[in-house]
């Protein structure tokens, strides 16, 4: 079933939104996009005449109550968000009279799933070196089905407009969809807005098709080159990750960041680039420093031969010039992680001149995704989200996507 296809009018939908939002040490709200990002999916069942029953994790309480984690605090921005009033209910396995009572046009928000170690369905207090520990996951496991039980109990149909969690197999994420047919259970807006962004990167492929992955280390990002390898034409590979490949080519890297233990796998990519005709676009140049700081003294340089008393903070010019020629012309483009230090003003130029080619070859018609923590932050730095075809509200479940993995909680409501 697909949202835009449901005629919600008489039914109790329950919705599995991200509402993780971070809070200060007043519990208000400082950034509120992940609300916004699931109103046209709420309102929708609103406006149809439905009833909504609201789910959500918030920060990580590992089964336990914590008061600073209670979704209490944010009740009155979902209702002005929403312009209706919003009850709570204080025990979310414990919801089904105030559920039950609940209107057409009515909003129900349930406290934190996280309170419940069910919801993750993660054994506690119990170490995985345990010989007891498969037993308590077993038993964990039935727990979790009975939450999972419950919550589908207070309503007619689900909806999982949860990206940021569907790479977890969680009670609310996925195993709830077990006790809906077919013709109940969906997908919301955002979900599908984020599923469609995927596929255009890994199915419905224009070429060019130009990669930019950055960040700290390529340890954390292997999985996803190794996928991708097989489907770019262009892989710009930058940020910290740079000084390890420059090491494994027999540069003096100096004090850059470098995983001496991942030297065998930089030749490897590097190999495998060349037999499957990838073009595999490394930094030559970069912006060293002599500290990790934004006031550092710095000096530009060849990334094999960078001072022993210092650090490839940012892309050189050279580099820059290098990047955005493999861009300029790409009709699909994927940007996760930045090319140097971006938090430090002085630091930007290697990111910001990625973001302004990627910026160019979207007005020029490319679909360009950006993505995956960091880079999110820096497109929003540069003040250029709305420039970009598509900006991913999910971390981790954008990277496993990319990886080439099913999320549990997409299969779950697709089959
Ligand atoms: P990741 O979480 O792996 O995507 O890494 C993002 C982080 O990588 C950001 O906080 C950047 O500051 C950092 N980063 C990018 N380039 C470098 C570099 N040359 N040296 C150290 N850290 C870097």
């Keep these: 079933m697909t949202i835009d296809n449901f005629n919600f009018n008489g039914k109790k939908a329950i919705v599995r939104v991200d509402f993780n939002v971070p809070l200060d040490e007043n519990g208000h709200i400082t950034d509120d996009t992940r609300i916004r990002g ?42 002005d968000a929403l312009g209706a009033p919003v009850e709570f209910a204080p025990d979310c396995a414990k919801a089904a009279e105030m559920a039950a009572a609940l209107k057409p046009g009515q909003v129900l928000l349930l406290e934190n799933l996280r309170f419940y170690p069910e919801e993750e369905g993660k054994p506690v207090g119990i170490d995985k070196e345990d010989p007891a520990y498969d037993a308590a996951k077993k038993e964990m496991k039935e727990r979790q089905k009975e939450f999972a039980k419950t919550l589908a109990s207070y309503a007619d149909v689900y909806v999982n407009d949860a990206f940021g969690t569907a790479h977890r197999r969680h009670a609310s994420t996925a195993v709830i969809a077990d006790y809906f047919d077919a013709d109940h259970k969906m997908l919301g807006y955002l979900m599908e807005k984020e599923v469609k962004a995927v596929d255009n990167i890994l199915k419905d492929i224009k070429r060019p098709f130009t990669a930019i992955m950055g960040g700290s280390k390529v340890s954390t990002k292997i999985g996803i080159i190794e ?139 490319a679909f360009s995704l950006v993505g995956g923590g960091d880079s999110v932050a820096c497109v929003n730095k540069f003040g250029l989200a709305d420039k970009v075809s598509y900006v991913s509200t999910g971390g981790g479940a954008l990277l496993e996507a990319i990886e080439g993995k099913v999320l549990p909680g997409v299969a779950a409501v697709q089959g």
């Design 38 to 79: 699931a109103l046209p999916t709420l309102k929708k069942i609103l406006a149809d005449g439905g009833a909504l029953i609201i789910m959500s994790h918030m920060g990580k309480p590992k089964g336990k109550v914590n008061p600073k984690m209670s979704l209490s605090q944010i009740k009155e921005a979902v209702a």
């Design 227 to 365: 996928n991708l390898m097989d489907k770019v034409d262009n892989l710009i590979l930058c940020g910290g990750m740079t000084y390890t490949f420059a090491k494994a080519m027999g540069g003096n890297v100096g004090l850059s960041i470098c995983e001496a233990d991942k030297l065998d796998l930089a030749l490897d990519i590097m190999k495998k680039a060349k037999e499957k005709g990838v073009n595999l676009v490394l930094g030559t140049d970069c912006v060293a420093a002599d500290a990790f700081s934004n006031d550092a003294n710095t000096k530009v340089c060849s990334v094999m031969d960078i001072p022993a008393d210092m650090e490839g903070l940012d892309a050189g010019p050279l580099t820059r010039k290098l990047f955005t020629d493999a861009i300029d012309g790409s009709k699909t483009i994927l940007w996760n992680g930045p090319a140097g230090v971006f938090e430090f003003d002085n630091f930007t130029a290697g990111s910001r001149a990625i973001a302004d080619a990627i910026v160019k070859a979207t007005e020029e018609g």
